[in-house]
């Protein structure tokens, strides 16, 4: 039988609603984000996101279910981000889920955010398990083994910041636009990646870990460098420093890539979150795939970054698999996919973003 899900997602700074069902059509994916609110503020005010969730996410979930060309009735059940996240926007996504889910006696289902960017390729190739993937996004990096719908093995990790959070400071200390991952990736295609030889962290330590936050320092000096010498930063610097970035970020996430697919070989390698959406990063990995004799699999960019049919999708997933919440369902800041990994040290700690 075809089920029929809402996706709802409002973990950061999109509030999103979306129709899926369980043949893989996305009926409707609505998105709508915040950046004008934030952009005054160098990153997303948590307290501003949740307001503007609230206000926005019934609209959301109208609009999607408009889009469909349903109603409530025909839907079989409520997936909802039910965390990691920015704890005013979940808690706004999983009261909305809740009334809804009480108002119509729909099965509620509280979907790790984590999920919803794992699962993807699911979704959108139909990826038998077990596959490798790399998540890569706003708050997160891990490469994970995705071997049942709820069964995450953490491979490794950023013991600090995120690469997406790296793009993000990167474009900031070069005064480009938020967010700074898209912004980045265009000035690089202008930039000579050889100039500057920043580092590539962790490349001597085996395994999977992997760090980015002296990257940005080593960005920042670069930058201060150039300012203290010439003056001033001019275009053809600003595009230099952004491909060079952009080739030690590539650099680092292809030489860990290879060692997961050493560590756990898999018929696929996937790659999901913001991060994914990069062009430069896409090819490079595709590039380790193909030697590992690996399909890669990138989900197009609308589902590589916040989306809520990625959402819906885990929710069907997870039900299909026997599980559903009650009006107990909480919200949650924190929800590592993979509970049997030692924590990281400060990881996903610093984004706003999962
Ligand atoms: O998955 P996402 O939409 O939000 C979460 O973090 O969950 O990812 C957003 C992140 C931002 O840091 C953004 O700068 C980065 O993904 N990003 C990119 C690109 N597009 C988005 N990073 C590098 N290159 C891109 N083209
Ligand atoms: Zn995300």
Known sequence: MTLIFLGIESSCDDTAAA????ERRILSSVVAGQ?????????VVPEIA?????????????QALDEAGLSLADLDGIAVTAGPGLIGGVLAGVMLAK??????????????????????????DNAPFPYLMLLVSG????????AGPEEFTRLGGTIDDAPGEAFDKLAKLL???????PSVEADAARGDPARFALPRPLLDRPGCDLSFSGLKTAALRARDDLVRDQGGLFAQDRADLCAS??????EVLVEKTRRALALCPAPVLAVAGGVAANRAIRAALEAVADAAGARFLAPPMALCTDNAAIIAWAGIEAYQAGRCDDMSLAARPRWPLDTRAAPMLGAGKRGAKA
Do not use: M, Y
């Open 19 to 22: 129709v899926v069902t369980s």
């Open 99 to 124: 009334g809804l889910a009480a108002g119509t006696g729909l099965p509620l289902i509280g979907v790790n955010h984590l999920a919803g960017h794992a699962l993807t390729p699911r979704l959108t």
């Open 175 to 181: 005064g480009l636009p938020q967010p700074g991952g």
């Open 245 to 250: 970035f952009q080739a030690a970020v590539a």
């Open 139 to 146: 708050g997160h990096c891990q490469f994970l083994k995705v």
């Open 50 to 62: 949740a307001r503007a969730h609230t206000e926005k996410l019934d609209h959301a979930v109208q």
């Open 35 to 43: 950046s004008a609110l934030h952009e005054d503020f160098g990153g």
